[in-house]
């Protein structure tokens, strides 16, 4: 049994990066590095959250777009921009330029994030759908569009960027409900990286999981705090 689960170790952990170049492994290792610390600040509701999670998305976008992961390719480059957005709005609402207050949503909101949700899922499908001219290098010869290509990695991935994108936007807003979004999407992104054979990336998603199951409890409590003081 130990043998079996030393193999089963050894297939996930280590056999996937025999074919790695250093820098390859570097990359996805500061990247990981990156985002655990970007996640730290966010429980914290500190604003370094943002400089450290741009460094994180950066990278990604490069290791996913390699790794054909559209979807979450897509993510990382809208974390980046929404990072920006995030960061300027934390800091126009932190009256010591590095912490903020938070609430829950509104019912506008909560309307707006489900129809961002439904709007990503559409988008991220059409990009999915024009997959095989995007690999075939902008040319539709000898092309053949559709969703065939698609495993079930690839839906996952079309999922977990809807997910993504309303934690972001929730985040951005200072909004508790990001959290739930953070829990479900890490969640799932799990077995989707070990399938992609991206061991180090699914135990950041498994740390990512636990850390924001930690924020949403930490979020709630500040907020239940601060009802008390006031109260």
């Known amino acids: 049994m130990l043998i079996f689960d030393r193999m089963n170790l050894y297939d996930l952990f280590v056999k996937p990066y025999e074919n790695y170049s250093s820098l390859q492994i570097l990359l996805e290792a500061t990247g990981t590095f990156f985002g655990i610390l ?95 001219y995007i690999d075939n290098q902008f040319s539709l010869e000898g092309t053949h569009l559709g969703l065939y290509h698609l495993d079930w990695a690839n839906w996952l991935d079309v999922i977990t960027t809807s997910i993504f994108l309303v934690g972001m936007w929730f985040m951005a807003k ?7 979004f953070w829990i479900i999407g890490d969640f799932i992104c799990i077995p989707m990286m070990i399938f992609k054979e991206l061991a180090i990336t699914s135990v950041q998603y498994l740390v990512f999981t636990i850390m924001a199951i930690l924020g949403y409890l930490n979020w709630k409590k500040s907020l239940k705090e601060k009802s008390t003081i006031k109260s």
């Open 38 to 132: 970007s996640v730290y600040f966010s429980i914290k509701k500190n604003i370094w959250v943002y400089p450290t999670g741009i460094i994180s998305t950066l990278i990604y976008v490069y290791i996913l777009f390699n790794f054909g992961l559209l979807g979450d390719c897509m993510i990382n480059v809208y974390y980046t921009a929404m990072s920006i957005y995030g960061w300027v709005l934390w800091s126009k609402n932190s009256k010591d330029h590095i912490h903020v207050e938070v609430s829950w949503a509104t019912n506008k909101e909560r309307i707006f994030a489900g129809i961002l949700f439904v709007l990503s899922i559409a988008l991220v499908t059409l990009i999915y759908y024009y997959k095989p």
């Open 174 to 180: 200072q909004r508790i409900e990001n959290w739930i």
